[in-house]
């Protein structure tokens, strides 16, 4: 009797020193375990030779990093005609580092190349349809199709189906525009599409080399509103 009492007391301290020694679990969790290094990620789509560039929101002590760019002055002065499918045609005049677009009485001129082929454009496009219907009354919205070959039918089946609602030009001088204003941007010639330009009063304000977030454009034309005003 002695002895299965001795057993049964060593048997009860075995399990409990295993209970004291197993280890608590922690929570761990799972909505956010990618690592982001730093504030920007670079990704390459590979149906494409152009990165995407996608930037994380700014805090209000990143504002300054998203303030107007300094663009170094080059001395010329040259005209283009833009022009849509339904031969609306807008006359861009480009004196020193002043884009005037003749016949818009908007403030602010957003203007985008990109082509039809290139996936991260395609992307873009519900967002800049929604900042041309939000701000529709300061800010002219315009696609410059550059390096493209589509056919004048399969652009019109493009625009419908992207239900593109801010204006587009398919003109042959789009792509010597193009390489003028990558000029006074002092990017290659090769540039990253879809790159987007901001004028405000036909002034440089600032530009976007591939995709960003909706907001950071959003956060910028707000503060180009500040200046027409």
Not at 16 to 21: H, I, S
Not at 46 to 71: G, R, W, Y
Not at 110 to 130: A, E, G, M, R, V
Not at 185 to 211: A, C, R, W
Request: charged letters at 20%; hydrophobic letters at 35%; glycine letters at 2%.
């Amino acid at each position: 009797m002695r002895t299965i009492s001795t057993l049964f007391l060593t048997l009860l301290l075995l399990i409990v020193t295993a209970c004291d020694e197993k280890p608590t679990q922690k929570n761990i969790s799972i909505e956010n375990t990618t690592e982001i290094l730093g504030n920007t990620q670079n990704t390459t789509d590979n149906t494409s030779c152009f990165k995407v560039h996608k930037k994380s929101m700014p805090t209000q002590a990143d504002t300054e990093t998203i303030l107007p760019k300094k663009v170094k002055n080059i001395q010329f002065k040259d005209t283009f005609v833009l022009k849509n499918l339904k031969n609306e045609e807008y006359t861009v005049t480009i004196s020193n580092q002043k884009v005037t677009f003749k016949k818009s009485t908007k403030g602010i001129n957003l203007i985008t190349f990109f082509s039809t082929w290139c996936p991260p454009c395609k992307y873009q496009i519900p967002y800049l349809n929604d900042l041309q219907k939000k701000h529709k009354k300061d800010l002219l919205l315009v696609g410059i199709l550059i390096h493209d070959t589509i056919t004048e039918k399969k652009l019109k089946s493009f625009i419908a189906k992207n239900q593109i609602n801010y204006y587009l030009s398919s003109y042959t001088q789009n792509n010597d525009f193009a390489s003028l204003v990558a000029k006074i941007l002092h990017l290659p010639q090769n540039f990253d599409i879809p790159l987007s330009v901001m004028y405000v009063n036909g002034k440089y304000f600032t530009h976007y080399e591939g995709i960003v977030p909706i907001e950071m454009i959003e956060y910028d034309i707000q503060q180009a509103k500040k200046l027409l005003k």
